[in-house]
């Protein structure tokens, strides 16, 4: 008998063979029986030496299949020809036609429990920068996001902070503090000899006058100091400045004096009959 044929020892018709039912196959000549197709292969036709294999999104859970099983919505075999059994989605992955599951993309998520035919959109404060993600993740202090489905987050730009997991915004820092980088987490107060200024930044007090180090928290000033937090004191008479980004004023020394507020001269010496105590 030829391949796809056979015939037993005890058929009485001797000068014929049979052919190999659909779902059998038989490669070898002269043979007794006929072999059945494999689970993940089929034959719809007679008489073949050979079973077919599967396609992807297809499956033969048994033996002797004439036919292999479309996998349904939210079940695939991963593009694998020649398979068995059809498995669910995985997380992070979402189907639109039987048989087939996609990545979801960057800025999405889909848990294993969720609709299997949709991705969902991270939401704001979250984000997610892989494919085939099952969860999104929170904006770290210093970053914020205030888009849904963003693939990364955003740091804030500086004179400003956010300190919470899942930042949506960032706020300015307080009159009198400052943060000077990117993707700040919280604001210092200003320098000694530097003034605040609205938008979360400092700038060094003029000649003839100061600041001194006095941080705008504390509990026993905090009016005073918010009050004077964008101000530099001026250097009263009888003292002098020169320089920029001063914490004191200089005082006269004895036989020098200086009539005005906010001196940025060095002081003046005595004219003649006249005298200035230290």
């Not at 939210?74 to 639109?96: K, P, Q, V, W």
């Not at 604001?187 to 000899?193: R, T």
């Not at 009050?227 to 200089?250: D, I, K, W």
């Amino acid at each position: 008998c030829s391949p796809g044929f056979f015939r037993t020892g005890g058929d009485t018709e001797v000068e014929k063979c049979k052919s190999c039912q659909a779902g059998m196959y038989q490669p070898t000549e002269g043979q007794s029986l006929c072999l059945p197709c494999s689970p993940g292969f089929y034959q719809n036709l007679e008489n073949r030496s050979t079973c077919l294999e599967c396609g992807s999104g297809q499956a033969a859970p048994m033996m002797e299949l004439s036919a292999c099983e479309q996998c349904g919505l939210g079940r695939s075999t991963l593009n694998f020809n020649g398979s068995e059994e059809c498995i669910d989605c995985s997380a992070g992955r979402y189907s639109l036609k039987p048989g087939s599951c996609l990545d979801c993309t960057q800025g999405q998520f889909r848990e294993l429990h969720q609709n299997v035919s949709t991705c969902f959109e991270c939401p704001v404060g979250w984000f997610q920068g892989e494919k085939q993600a099952e969860r999104c993740l929170q904006c770290v202090p210093g970053q914020f996001q205030n888009h849904t489905g963003s693939s990364m987050c955003s740091d804030c730009e500086p004179g400003k902070f956010t300190h919470v997991n899942g930042g949506v915004s960032c706020s300015t820092c307080a009159l009198g503090q400052y943060s000077a980088s990117h993707g700040s987490r919280a604001c210092q107060d200003c320098n000694a000899g530097w003034r605040g200024r609205p938008g979360g930044h400092c700038v060094p007090c003029e000649p003839g006058t100061f600041r001194q180090k006095s941080s705008i928290n504390t509990n026993t000033k905090a009016n005073n100091n918010t009050a004077h937090a964008a101000e530099c004191e001026t250097c009263p008479a009888g003292y002098s400045q020169s320089l920029n980004a001063s914490t004191r004023c200089v005082k006269c020394s004895p036989g020098r004096y200086q009539s005005d507020r906010g001196g940025t001269d060095s002081c003046k010496k005595c004219h003649k009959g006249t005298f200035a105590n230290a």
